[in-house]
T-cell receptor, first 112, second 114 residues
Framework: QKEVEQDPGPLSVPEGAIVSLNCTYS??????FMWYRQYSRKGPELLMY????GNKEDGRFTAQVDKSSKYISLFIRDSQPSDSATYLC????????????FGQGTTLQVKP | NAGVMQNPRHLVRRRGQEARLRCSPM?????VYWYRQLPEEGLKFMVY????????ESGMPKERFSAEFPKEGPSILRIQQVVRGDSAAYFC????????????FGPGTRLTVT
């Protein structure tokens, strides 16, 4: 079993839809949770960064962490064609060396 | 403020040759991480370095791979005697001293072994 599970998709939605992207994990020691966006043949871009449980909002993006369920989510409101990319969740333990454990990534396509 | 820089962006090597990948961290960042992304797979941690120190190399293959981050100059990931299975995208990330989880990635080097 992988430490971090993420449905690879692809996920296709119409422009303006609310998108929900999710990851589950098995390591209860994970305390830091990140979401990255990666366009084709580019490097990952850090979108959101949260510590422990709770919600964090940044513009059209909301990240949620539910540690009791070992489940994290990224919501994208009013999705745009420019949001079409692969979204990667990543996690790390407290006191760890900063090593990030990534999910496989979910490919999102927003159709105009 | 320039981001993380990597070069070359594309590298082609024949089996048995050496590959050298370079990474310059963001200004003000002293921590460097290397990750590998195989086709259809997520990013896999390889090594974490600070200036002149390897902090965590738990993700590095035991043979042929080495990394350094000298006092002056970029970080280098070296792969000796490359094999076809080494073909992948190699990404470098950097972070400030704290938090080390807030990592910013470069554009990657795509290595092709023929």
């Amino acid at each position: 079993q992988k430490e971090v599970e993420q449905d690879p998709g692809p996920l296709s939605v119409p422009e303006g839809a609310i998108v929900s992207l999710n990851c589950t994990y098995s390591n209860s020691a994970f305390q830091y949770f990140m979401w990255y966006r990666q366009y084709s043949r580019k490097g990952p871009e850090l979108l959101m960064y949260t510590y422990s449980s709770g919600n964090k909002e940044d513009g059209r993006f909301t990240a949620q962490v539910d540690k009791s369920s070992k489940y994290i989510s990224l919501f994208i409101r009013d999705s745009q064609p420019s949001d079409s990319a692969t979204y990667l969740c990543a996690m790390s333990e407290v006191g760890n060396t900063g090593k990030l454990i990534f999910g496989q990534g979910t490919t999102l396509q927003v159709k105009p | 403020n320039a981001g993380v820089m990597q070069n070359p962006r594309h590298l082609v090597r024949r089996r048995g040759q050496e590959a050298r990948l370079r990474c310059s961290p963001m200004k003000g960042h002293s921590h460097v991480y290397w990750y590998r992304q195989l086709p259809e797979e997520g990013l896999k941690f390889m090594v974490y370095l600070q200036k002149e120190n390897i902090i965590d190399e738990s993700g590095m293959p035991k043979e042929r791979f080495s990394a350094e981050f000298p006092k002056e100059g970029p970080s280098i990931l070296r792969i000796q005697q490359v094999v076809r299975g080494d073909s992948a995208a190699y990404f470098c990330a950097s972070s400030p001293p704290r938090p080390s989880y807030e990592q910013y990635f470069g554009p990657g080097t795509r290595l092709t072994v023929t």
